[in-house]
């Protein structure tokens, strides 16, 4: 009998292995010698994949623009670049987590609308009774 640890436990990727069936084409414009970039291929591990990636990301505007530039001039652009992508990427994770303080907000504000409209209907079942009881003894008392 398998212990419980044991059967919790995430299954290991193995990033060599090779798969049966062609991979998902990621974007068909991220070429590398090899061919298009597909979903099983890492950046992180592969230096071609990060090349044909990092050239993908650069418009037909921007290889004119780093033609003309040295070697230390593309090494600063490229950094510059870097920078710009954190910090958007910090903007955005800030603006997310703004967005979900407001929701969480917003979701607290509709269960006491919802508490008060429940209250409210109650209220109003009571006073129609009230009234169907004041109608039946004004009908009895008025004969």
Known sequence: MASSSSQNKPETI??????SVMPEVWR????SPNGPVSV???VMLNGVTATAVA???CTPEDAKVLAGRTDPQIINDSLALTIQCAATVSNMGRRLHVRNLEVKTLRSQVTILQRLLKESKKKVGE???G????????GFLCR
């Open 131 to 138: 009234e169907q009881k004041a109608e039946g003894a004004c």
């Open 40 to 42: 099983t291929d890492s």
């Open 55 to 57: 050239a993908g990301l």
């Open 14 to 19: 193995n990033l060599n292995d090779t798969p």
């Open 28 to 31: 068909p414009y991220f070429l």
């Open 127 to 129: 006073v129609k009774e």
